[in-house]
């Protein structure tokens, strides 16, 4: 059974055009983080949630948001999608910051 | 400037012999590694870990190694199997530093694809 469900599996969006990608866990974790992956790349951390806490990393552009409204969701909003911002979309959770991540199967995110 | 380094993008291997993938790292904090596995159009899944405070970790057929001194770590698969064939994702933490100094950097992994 998933415990960290990513919806939608793949997302296409306009240049500009605001998207949100939504992802829930049965885990009952109390930290969830958003990472982007590029082709061939690390995966790169966005931000990340310890409860109710907001931690922005320092290089997470400001076009990148989020919002978590219980333990079990949490949503990466894209006010302006560019070009670059096609990516997967990683959401992963843990019990406890330096605990083992568990991941989500990703949302591919494509910008025409 | 990356912190978790992957140099090998790819890997090939027959089955039942030895994988050997390396990742090196430039941060004398980091006091925790991981090893991801991940299949295509899965995310990653959690495969082994080691503390600082070891230089070996074994878990059936997957052991990794720690060089502190050279800040290198391996993953040995033995023996291969085909459905070993999968991207490897190392990643480290300063987990005992606390805050977000937690959070894992990861390397950007090595496809290995192990030939029947």
Not at chain 1, 68 to 81: G, K, V
Not at chain 2, 42 to 50: H, N
Not at chain 2, 98 to 107: A, K
Request: proline residues 5%.
């Amino acid at each position: 059974d998933a415990m960290v469900i990513q919806n939608p599996r793949y997302q296409v969006t306009q240049f500009g055009k605001p998207v949100t990608l939504s992802c829930s866990q049965t885990l009952n974790h109390n930290v969830m983080y958003w990472y982007q992956q590029k082709s061939s790349q690390a995966p790169k951390l966005l931000f990340h949630y310890y409860d109710k806490d907001f931690n922005n990393e320092a290089d997470t552009p400001d076009n990148f948001q989020s919002r978590r409204p219980n333990t079990s969701f949490c949503f990466l909003d894209i006010r302006s999608p560019g070009l670059g911002d096609a990516a997967m979309y990683l959401c992963a959770t843990s019990r406890g910051r330096q605990a083992q991540q568990h991941f989500g199967d990703g949302t591919r995110l494509s910008i025409l | 400037d990356q912190q978790v380094k992957q140099n090998s993008p790819s890997l090939s291997v027959q089955e039942g012999r030895i994988s050997i993938l390396n990742c090196d790292y430039t941060n004398s904090m980091f006091d925790y590694f991981l090893w991801y596995k991940k299949y295509p159009a899965e995310g990653p899944t959690f495969l082994i870990s080691i503390s600082s405070i070891k230089d070996k970790n074994e878990d059936g057929r997957f052991t990794v190694f720690l060089n502190k001194s050279a800040k290198h770590l391996s993953l040995h698969i033995v023996p291969s199997q085909p459905g070993d064939s999968a991207v490897y994702f190392c990643a480290a933490s300063a987990r005992s530093y606390g805050g977000s100094q937690g959070n894992l950097i990861f390397g950007k992994g090595t496809k290995l694809s192990v030939k029947p």
